[in-house]
């Protein structure tokens, strides 16, 4: 079977963020409970952005690198979210359109709340694997920009993101190793939003799903791959990150049911193998079924140039509800990595005090899904886009009537 998996990553990750300990001052909250989850800062959606803004302003510069000729290969786009906008018309065909992707497409919506991201990339390899054109090509993008529920434990650590995958048949950043793959699914109520503005979560037995989803998945992927050993198998390890120090937790408690592991080893083992995959997610917070794509991102961008030339990295995502999955891709050799310049662009958001964050956050209420009528607010938008993105067009939502949305594209900060 000929090779597949992907070929390049880009995301877009906001353009504003408020630090955390801020947000832990201003409500109150235990400090100590910072330094486990672990995050430094998180971002701050614009009330001028919603998924599909945030999904188009990520696979732009991918596109852009791909030239004309080449997005006219891409034969599947499919989105993995769980911020819908409608309930029966997808998030990919208002992606699709403002992409100018071919009419030739086949596209489609994944929900499974954050595993979707995941499985939009295992479904698209499956595709793009079995494609009867030899350069066929799929994007993938998970993102979220969730509604975010103040006050609660959850707050700190919502962000908002996308990040768009190309997957083809020459994947000079990871090859998909087809059929390798462990999972774990059954019913759980850790997490529901049966409305637009409802989010219940139990947080204990989302964090005990989330290990028992782990060691499952693992299991699975190991019985179906019995040579398999988890420290010498696999080089490099992406978790889903709903904040780092869940996969700190997530890590610890695995290890310690594969056996009698000192402590120290275990410390060891999660710094070589696990922090660079969580760097990103401590500065932009849990973007949902783009979290463990985003994490794979932050792997590529800060693996050492002296690491080992190629490896495997074992990938793990789990979807509250739930369902999980455990997969492995190989790297290729280090030095044929491009950055991507998510470091640049995070370190160029504004950094919001706790009261702007408010009023941003007030502003954002009104824009739900279902909403019939919606004004964007464009000006700071127009004011912070030049410095995160000076090369390429953002797009945003300009205004929603009677259910019609409409976007603008930012150049230079303006439309």
Not at 237 to 245: A, M, S, Y
Request: charged content about 20%.
């Amino acid at each position: 079977m000929k090779p597949v998996g992907i070929e390049d990553i880009s995301a877009y990750l906001g353009l504003a963020c408020v630090e955390v300990d801020d947000l832990f001052r201003a409500r109150g909250m235990d400090m100590p409970r910072m330094a486990n989850l672990m995050m430094r800062r998180k971002t701050v959606a614009l009330p001028c952005e919603d998924v599909v803004s945030y999904a188009v302003n990520a696979a732009r510069p991918l596109l852009d690198r791909l030239g004309p000729s080449g997005a006219q290969t891409i034969e599947l786009l499919v989105v993995g979210t769980e911020s819908g906008i409608d309930l029966s018309k997808s998030a990919a065909t208002w992606i699709h359109e403002l992409l100018g992707l071919p009419r030739t497409c086949r596209l489609f919506e994944v929900k499974q709340a954050c595993y979707a991201g995941v499985a939009a990339l295992q479904l698209a390899t499956a595709q793009i694997a079995a494609a009867s054109r030899e350069d066929a090509r799929a994007l993938v993008i998970g993102c979220d920009v969730p509604r975010l529920i103040r006050g609660t434990t959850a707050e700190p650590s919502q962000g908002a993101g996308a990040v768009a995958i190309l997957v083809g048949p020459l994947p000079t950043l990871a090859q998909a190793e087809l059929g390798a793959a462990g999972y774990c699914s059954f019913d759980v109520t850790d997490v529901r939003r049966p409305t637009a503005t409802d989010h219940i979560w139990s947080p204990d037995l989302s964090l005990v799903s989330y290990v028992e989803c782990l060691r499952t998945a693992y299991g699975d992927y190991v019985r179906r791959r019995p040579d398999t050993d988890f420290f010498d198998s696999f080089d490099h390890l992406v978790f889903h990150t709903p904040f780092p120090g869940a996969v700190r937790g997530a890590h610890r408690s695995l290890l310690r049911g594969l056996g009698r592991i000192p402590p120290q080893q275990i410390t060891e083992d999660f710094s070589r193998r696990l922090e660079n995959s969580i760097r990103y997610p401590a500065q932009v917070g849990n973007i949902y079924a783009g979290t463990t794509l985003l994490a794979l991102l932050s792997l590529l961008d800060h693996t050492k140039a002296d690491a080992a030339t190629s490896g495997r990295v074992g990938i793990f995502s789990y979807g509250s509800g739930c369902s999980s999955e455990f997969c492995s891709y190989l790297l290729t050799p280090v030095e044929q990595i491009r950055s991507s310049g998510v470091a640049q662009a995070l370190a160029a958001r504004a950094r919001l005090d706790v009261a702007a964050y408010d009023a941003i956050a007030d502003a954002s209420d009104l824009l739900y899904a279902g909403v019939a009528d919606f004004e964007g607010d464009l000006s700071l938008a127009r004011t912070l886009a030049p410095a995160v993105s000076p090369d390429y067009p953002l797009t945003m939502l300009d205004r929603i009537g009677s259910h019609e949305r409409h976007y603008v594209h930012l150049t230079g900060g303006n439309p």
